[in-house]
């Protein structure tokens, strides 16, 4: 019989035999306001925090030394400003703190790569991720419409990547159609394509203020179980013309995430490690069950070995001092 373990006994044998991470391969989520000199907690995710527009060049300066790289920026805003159309949200002759923050990185920081999340929930006074209709159904049409508003508001701000994270149909086609029809701007899509109806989010939402009303969003997030639906989807958005497409959550679909590779080799795969996750990791080690670099580091290795290339994190700080 074969004989293994003469195969990894030396420290560099672990290395040949390891698909490792790469702190490139590294996306940090981070969350603006408007205001000045804000830097607000988060009960149920520590360390995260929302960042007022001003603070973010002295936020992120030791990440970017350290070597980061990339960061997906999302908007905060309060529920006086909120509408049912999204209006804060771009593209309707307002803008938010998003484009703010654009334009500063862009300034600041002109390596570092600038992802928009493509969304209306946290703009919207009844949560959803679209517009709806008089009855309080939701209107595809209307909000890939919106949504493509949006996208093209935040490319004109400076944004490098944009990532609609809705799950309309076809709003990846919408989207890119816009953004084509402008054709300075050389801006790819980064569709959240494989975005389940998870139970994972509800942190998210506390940073966000997005949680939705009247009705939840499973009559456009994928059902947990589908596997079909979830490479449909994948498969759709890349014809459609995302450069990139997602995974969320990551820990309990990385058989999605596998496939998708296999079916998709030439495409850069995401995969977005989700804030209840990230949480739950917390709740461990603060119950001393495991030690947090060990664990954090076991799940972004099965991550890189089911074929991801591009890893959206709330543990990026640590992983830029943890990874070569």
């Not at 009247?214 to 997030?221: C, G």
Request: with cysteine.
């Amino acid at each position: 019989m074969d004989k293994l373990h003469p195969l990894f006994a030396h420290p560099t044998q672990k290395l040949w035999n390891s698909q490792l991470p790469r702190k490139s391969q590294l996306v940090y989520p981070i969350f603006v306001i408007d205001g000045e000199n804000q830097k607000q907690p988060i009960n149920s995710m520590p360390n995260v925090y929302r960042y007022s527009v001003d603070l973010l060049k002295g936020f992120l300066e030791p990440l970017v030394q350290k070597g980061l790289k990339a960061v997906l920026i999302f908007g905060v805003i309060g529920n006086e400003d909120k509408d049912e159309q999204g209006s804060m949200a771009g593209g309707l002759g307002k803008e938010s703190c998003v484009h703010k923050a654009l334009r500063l990185l862009k300034q600041t920081f002109p390596q570092l790569l600038l992802i928009t999340d493509v969304c209306l929930c946290a703009y919207t006074s009844h949560g959803h991720c679209g517009i709806l209709t008089q009855d309080g159904y939701l209107d595809n049409q209307a909000s890939i419409k919106r949504l493509s508003q949006c996208a093209l508001s935040y490319a004109q701000a400076g944004a490098d990547i944009v990532a609609p994270s809705d799950m309309m149909d076809n709003r990846v086609r919408a989207i890119k159609e816009l953004l084509d029809a402008h054709p300075n701007l050389k801006v790819p899509i980064m569709s959240y394509s494989s975005k389940f109806c998870s139970a994972l989010y509800g942190p998210f939402r506390d940073v966000c203020c997005s949680a939705p009303q009247k009705f939840d969003r499973s009559s456009y997030q994928l059902p947990p179980g589908s596997r079909q639906l979830a490479l449909q989807a994948a498969d759709r958005d890349i014809k459609e013309g995302a450069g990139y497409v997602m995974v969320k959550p990551i820990t309990a679909y990385l058989d999605i995430a596998a496939e998708i590779k296999r079916r998709h080799p030439d495409i850069l795969l995401a995969c977005y490690h989700v804030s209840g996750e990230y949480s739950m990791i917390h709740a461990g080690v603060e119950k001393k069950l495991f030690d947090m670099k060990r664990v954090v580091l076991e799940y972004i290795e099965g991550f890189v070995r089911s074929g991801i290339d591009i890893i959206i994190t709330y543990f990026t700080p640590e992983l830029l001092d943890w990874l070569e």
